[in-house]
C-alpha cells in the first residue's frame, strides 16, 4: 500500500548544501522522477519548486523507490549530475540504509550475491540477463517477528535490496512485490527501507562529504510500538 504524500504541504527538508549539490530527506510515498504515467508531483518536481529562486535546475544524481525514505543526492546542472552518477558508476559513493526484514537472520551480518534485473539501466533489461548484485548487511537488533539490519549495496541494481532479502527468505517488512504480504503476520503501510546514509567524493577539492537522514516518522515509531 503506497501512502503518496499531499503535494500542497510537503516541504522537503534539506539535508546539506553546497556549490555543486543538494542533498533532501525524501519522504516515502514520493516516485524521484516523472514515470511513463506522467506522474507531476514527482520529488524532482517538487524540490525544483521549492528552490526556484536559485535560478539552478536541480536533477537527481541517483535513485530511490517511491517507497523509500531517506538521503538523496541532487545535483545543481547537469554537467554535475553526471559528475556524480559516474561516481555511482564506479562504486565510489557509499550507502547504509536500514531495512526491517521478516523473520530473525540466522547470521548476525553477511554478504548477498544474486543477479538482479536492472530495468533502470536498460529499456529492455526484461529480455536481458540479469546483471551481478551484491548486497552486504549487518544485524542492529532483534525483535519478535522481525530483524532491524544496516544495508550496505555494492552495486546499485533495481530494487536490489528488496530483492535480494526476498530471495533469502527474509523479505522487508511491508513487501508486497517480491513476497506475499498474507505470509506474514507483521503489517506495515509501506516497504520497510530507509536510506540512512550517503557518502561520496567532493567535485571539487578533496576528501569525502557524508550525509546522515534520521530514521522516518513511520519507521521510528513502528521501532517504539513493537518494543512496548
Not at 554535475?80 to 548476525?108: C, D, P, T, W
Not at 530494487?159 to 527474509?170: T, Y
Amino acid at each position: 500500500m503506497n501512502i503518496t504524500p499531499n503535494p500542497q504541504t510537503l516541504n522537503i527538508p534539506v539535508l546539506y548544501e553546497d556549490a555543486d549539490c543538494l542533498v533532501f530527506n525524501k519522504p516515502s510515498g514520493l516516485l524521484v522522477i516523472p514515470t511513463d504515467k506522467n506522474e507531476y508531483h514527482t520529488l524532482e518536481n517538487l524540490v525544483n519548486q521549492q528552490h526556484k529562486a536559485g535560478g539552478i535546475q536541480l536533477y537527481p544524481a541517483h535513485r530511490l523507490d517511491r517507497d523509500t525514505s531517506g538521503v538523496i543526492l541532487f545535483a545543481k546542472g547537469k554537467t554535475r549530475q553526471q559528475q556524480y552518477m559516474e561516481f555511482f558508476k564506479e562504486k565510489k559513493v557509499r550507502k547504509n540504509y536500514i531495512a526491517f526484514v521478516h523473520g530473525r537472520l540466522e547470521h548476525s551480518s553477511g554478504k548477498i550475491k544474486i543477479p538482479v534485473k536492472d530495468f533502470h539501466q536498460r529499456k529492455f533489461a526484461r529480455h536481458l540477463p540479469a546483471q551481478s548484485a551484491l548486497t552486504y548487511y549487518e544485524v542492529q537488533d532483534y525483535y519478535k517477528d522481525f530483524t532491524l539490519v544496516k544495508v550496505m549495496p555494492v552495486t546499485g541494481r533495481t530494487n536490489q535490496i528488496r530483492i535480494h532479502f526476498a530471495k533469502i527468505g527474509h523479505p522487508l517488512v511491508g513487501e508486497d512485490k517480491y513476497a506475499f504480504r498474507r505470509d506474514f503476520a507483521l503489517r506495515f503501510r509501506r516497504t520497510a527501507l530507509h536510506a540512512l546514509r550517503l557518502e561520496w567524493p567532493r567535485l571539487t577539492g578533496t576528501g569525502m562529504i557524508i550525509v546522515e537522514a534520521p530514521l522516518a516518522k513511520d519507521m521510528a515509531d513502528f521501532l517504539d510500538k513493537m518494543k512496548g
